[in-house]
């Protein structure tokens, strides 16, 4: 096992396990026990993953694909030495640039367009523009210490107390301008 705790992921390290470990949950119960795979390789254990595997088949896979992301780009980045370029403004602004790049994707496109259908080479444009976002992303969090997908999930908690179904919905109010119960 390799201990990554001390590295400068901060809240998106975790340990890495070697190919076949078995892996357990917090309470000691073999993950294998519960229905969900065992973790391999390295990157991002957040409560968010922990209740997945609590809840076999929700979402585990995909928190596994982007644990290994993070990973990779962190790898990728290393192995460059540009590390010490990526500063959270830095990230930030390049991160800004590309939504820009996505949202220029988009720019003279009709609604109506759009909801007739994306071709392929929109599709792969799209592809290409997210893909730099969530890579873009991943790094500015790595950097800052933030763990994306529990505050993603924090944070839709906080929505849905701020825009209660009874309220908000059909309305594109915000949470501050609708009634208060």
Known sequence: MVDR???RL???SAVA????????RDDG??????????RVGV???TDAMIECERQPGRYPRKMRDLDDLAHRIE??????DWGRFHTPRGLALALAGEVGELAAELQW???SELAAGISDDLRSRLSDEVADVLIYLIRFSQVCGIDPVEQAHAKVTRNEDRYPVAHSKGS???YTELPRT
């Open 29 to 38: 119960t073999r993950l294998a026990d519960v229905g969900a795979a065992p």
């Open 5 to 7: 705790s001390s590295d």
């Open 109 to 111: 496109k009709t609604d």
């Open 75 to 80: 790898k990728f980045t290393d192995a460059r």
């Open 10 to 12: 901060g809240p998106l």
């Open 43 to 45: 990157g991002i254990r």
């Open 172 to 174: 594109a109010a915000k």
């Open 17 to 24: 396990l070697e190919p076949g470990a078995q892996d357990r």
